[in-house]
Every structure is written in C-alpha cells, then in structure tokens.
Nanobody, 124 residues
Framework: QLQASGGGAVQAGGSLKLSCAVS????????IAWFRQAPGKVREGVSC????????YYADFVEGRFTISSDNAKKTVYLQMNSLKPEDTAVYFC???????????????????WGKGTLVTVSS
C-alpha cells in the first residue's frame, strides 16, 4: 500500500514537500516513482528513485526544481518541489514496482502498485 500526502495550494514560486509512505511489502529492491496528472492531460512521470542504491531520475520539465529522496527506515519517499509554477498544478501519485527505475524507461511505465493521489494547486 502506498499513501501520498503533502499536497496543497501555493503561489507560484512557492514550495511543497510530498510524502509517499509505503506499507505492506518490502521496498528494499524497488523503484518508487512520482507521477502527476493535470486536468484534461495524460498522467506523466515526474521522478523516480531506486531504493537499493538511491539512484535518482527526473523528467526534463523538472529542470532542477524538484528533489526526490527516500528514508528507508521510515519507508517513505519524498518529493521536494521548489519554484513551483502554475503548470505544476496536478494530482500527484506515487507508485512502485520491483527492480530499478531505468528498467521502466524514461517515463517509468510499468509501475504495478499505486497509491491515491494528493492535489497540488499552484496559483499565479
């Protein structure tokens, strides 16, 4: 089970930190990814982390504004989002599957387990 939290409403230029709590299975050899889906748009991969070695991956549109991290003791993955833009407005989801982020391609297709999303709203 995955549970995303930390969404909210901020103004452009602001920051939010999302959390994804993992429970019910071992995430030690898993890839955990963040996705988002804006109204009327397809879901897109944002970032991914390999729990085993901490390797991190980001979508091009992140442009250095977001940082993914993991706390294995707490079984939680975070997404620190800075310099938020109105176009970052979306429901953000976390998802996981065994293996490494690179195996799922640049868009992290193939994640098997999904949590409910958390809404991020960025106003101009």
């Amino acid at each position: 089970q995955l549970q995303a939290s930390g969404g909210g409403a901020v103004q452009a230029g602001g920051s939010l930190k999302l959390s994804c709590a993992v429970s019910g299975f071992s995430s030690d050899n898993s890839a955990i990814a963040w996705f988002r889906q804006a109204p009327g748009k397809v879901r897109e991969g944002v970032s991914c982390v390999d729990i085993s070695d901490g390797s991190k991956y980001y979508a091009d549109f992140v442009e250095g504004r977001f940082t993914i991290s993991s706390d294995n003791a707490k079984k939680t993955v975070y997404l620190q989002m800075n310099s938020l833009k109105p176009e970052d407005t979306a429901v953000y989801f976390c998802a996981t599957n065994v293996g490494y982020c690179a195996a799922y391609g640049p868009y992290y297709y193939g994640m098997k387990y999904w949590g409910k999303g958390t809404l991020v709203t960025v106003s101009s």
